[in-house]
C-alpha cells in the first residue's frame, strides 16, 4: 500500500503504543520533545513520562506555525497533520520543506485523520518515510474503524522501526486485532465510502453552524471545531440527544469539536440550531 520494505513498518497496539515507544526511546534521560500548542494528549503524556522537557509553539491560524518550530532543536518533534483537536492540516510540500530545514533530531508526522483530507495524496508524508527521512503514524481506527480493536503503525526508516522493536511488548497486537486489521484493509470501497461521507458530511456541518451564526474553523479530519461560549453550545447539543467535546479539555477553551455524524445525527444537529 505504501511502496515500502517490510522492515520499515511496525504495527502496534494503536497508534499511542508507538508513540510511547518513541517517548521511551528517544526521549528518555533528559530529552527534548517539541509539538504544536494545543497539542495531541498522548505526544505531552508520553514526553512527561519519559522525563524528558515539552517545548509547544503556539498555532498560527488554528495550523501548525511550521516555521517557528523548525527553528527549535529537539529530539523528537510532532507534527500532527490535520491537526487534532482543530482539524487544520499543512501541505505534503510545506511538511517536506519543514523536515529540510527542522534542527529536530527525529520528525514524527501522526496521519490519525490523513483518509478524510481532500486530497490526501497531496498531503501525506509517506514519500518522506519511503526515504527514511521522517517518520509517519497511521492508525485503523478513524476511516477503517477498528478504534477498539488498537491497530496503528508507524512507516520510518529500518534502523528506526530496529530500536523500537527491541522496547516493545511481545505481543502488542491481539490475533483478533490482527484478523480485523486485515480484513478492513481490504475492503477498499468500505473505506472509500467512509470517506466520502466523512468529506461531504463535514462541509455539511460547518455549514449549519455557520448558518447559526458561529465560526467554524476549516478542516481536513472528521470533525469540526466551532468557536462559541463552550457550555451554551454542549448545552444546546446535548438539548437535543447530541454529544459534542468541550474544546477546554484539548486545550483551545471557547471551542467545542464536533464529530462529524451520521444521517440521523445531522438530522439533530439540525433541530439543534434551528436550520
Known sequence: MHDVDEDQILVGNGSDELIYLLAWAYLSDGGRALCADPAYRMDEITTH???????????????????????????????VNPHNPTGTARTGAEISEFAKSAKAKLVVVDEAYIDFVDDPDATTAIPLAREGRVAVLRTLSKAYGLAGLRVGYIVASAEIIKVLQKIRAPFSVGTLAQAG???????????????????????????????????????????????????????????????????????????????????????????????
Open 49 to 79: 513520562l519519559a522525563g524528558a522537557t515539552l517545548l509547544k509553539v503556539p498555532l498560527r491560524n488554528w495550523a501548525h506555525d511550521l516555521e517557528r518550530m523548525s527553528e527549535v532543536e529537539t529530539d523528537l518533534c510532532y507534527v
Open 181 to 275: 486489521a486485515l480484513a478492513a484493509l481490504s475492503d477498499v470501497t468500505h473505506r472509500q465510502r467512509i470517506r466520502e461521507h466523512a468529506i461531504q458530511t463535514r462541509q455539511i456541518v460547518h455549514d449549519l453552524f455557520s448558518s447559526a451564526g458561529y465560526s467554524v474553523v476549516p478542516s481536513q479530519a472528521n470533525f469540526v471545531l466551532v468557536v462559541a461560549p463552550e457550555d451554551e453550545l454542549l448545552e444546546r447539543l446535548n438539548d437535543h440527544g447530541i454529544s459534542a467535546r468541550p474544546g477546554s479539555t484539548l486545550g483551545l477553551p471557547g471551542t467545542v469539536r464536533v464529530s462529524v455524524p451520521s444521517e440521523d445525527g445531522l438530522a439533530l444537529l439540525r433541530s439543534a440550531l434551528g436550520t
